[in-house]
C-alpha cells in the first residue's frame, strides 16, 4: 500500500533553504518516493495562513518513507533548513482509501 508524505513549510532563509531542496530529489528518488505536489498555487480554506508551501510526495509503503525520512542523507540534508532557513511540518501516512477506516 502506498504511503505519502504530507508537508508544510514557512521559508526564513531562500537561499540556505534551497540547499536542501537540491539535495532531496535524489534522496527520495532512492527510496522510491516520488513528489505529487510541489509548491506551487494554493488556496488555505481553514486554519492559519502561515505556512507558505505544501509537498505530497508518495512512496511505495510506509516503511519506504518512514526509512528515506529517517536516512542519514535525508537528515543531512534538512539540517541546511532546520537551522532556522524554514520550518516544516511533515506527517507520513499510508494511503488507506476511502472515508470512514478510522
Not at 16 to 23: Q, S
Not at 73 to 102: F, K, L
Request: glycine fraction near 10%; hydrophobic fraction near 35%.
Amino acid at each position: 500500500m502506498p504511503a505519502y508524505w504530507v508537508a508544510r513549510s514557512k521559508i526564513n532563509n531562500p537561499e540556505n533553504y534551497r540547499k536542501y531542496t537540491d539535495l532531496v530529489p535524489d534522496i527520495l528518488k532512492k527510496y522510491g518516493g516520488k513528489a505529487l505536489s510541489r509548491g506551487g498555487k494554493y488556496q488555505i480554506m481553514e486554519g492559519p495562513e502561515y505556512f507558505e508551501r505544501f509537498v505530497v510526495i508518495e512512496f511505495p509503503t510506509m516503511e519506504d518513507a518512514i526509512a528515506c525520512f529517517e536516512s542519514e542523507e535525508y537528515q543531512a540534508a534538512a539540517a541546511h533548513r532546520r537551522d532556522g532557513s524554514g520550518e516544516v511540518e511533515n506527517v507520513i501516512m499510508d494511503g488507506t482509501p476511502g472515508m470512514g477506516n478510522n
